[in-house]
């Protein structure tokens, strides 16, 4: 009995040491402000010419350039593509509602399966990225269209460049 009765005592002050007890205001734990300096790079595409669905079509607005242009075999957004694609999302934020398609495609190179993949790899970049910079991934397809649609049908390497883009479509435009 009285060693159930230490067991007991020892089990109670093991608890009370164990719990937690609110400290501050009770809002939560703080949390450290590091600021946005270092190595964390911010690109400003400024702000598209024109307004809503009238700067799609104007072609003094970046909005109206939807082709990003990749090297072989890759699937990175180069960085001279960057500012379209981050007018893209801002033009999304902005307008909620609006959906996007995004086709992946590549040059005849490589196998029908490879290209395919290769493709959907390059939609669904753009897609993501997109979707960090703020756009809701409900407003964003991604597909892939592999080889079937050619925007030039030479064997050159400047008309292979042509080919593997990706194409950006609104609600409208597919």
Known sequence: MRNALL?????????????????GDGTGASVEDR??????????AGQPSGSGIA???DPKSILSKREIFFDFDSYVIREDAKPLVEAHAK??????????????????RGSREYNLALGQ???DTVK??????????GQIESVSLGEEKPRCSDR???????????????????
Do not use: H, W
């Open 128 to 137: 993501k990225t997109l979707v960090l910079l703020g756009a809701k991934e």
């Open 91 to 108: 033009f999304l934020v902005g307008n909620p509602t609006m959906k996007m398609l995004i086709q992946g495609n590549a040059d005849e």
């Open 156 to 174: 050159a390497e400047d008309c292979y460049a042509q080919n593997r883009r990706a194409d950006m479509l609104y609600s409208g435009e597919f």
């Open 55 to 57: 700067a799609l079509r």
């Open 121 to 123: 790899k390059r939609a």
């Open 7 to 23: 067991i007991s005592t020892l089990a109670a002050a093991v608890l009370a040491a164990c719990s937690s007890t609110p400290t």
């Open 35 to 44: 600021g946005t300096g270092g190595s964390v790079a911010r690109v400003d």
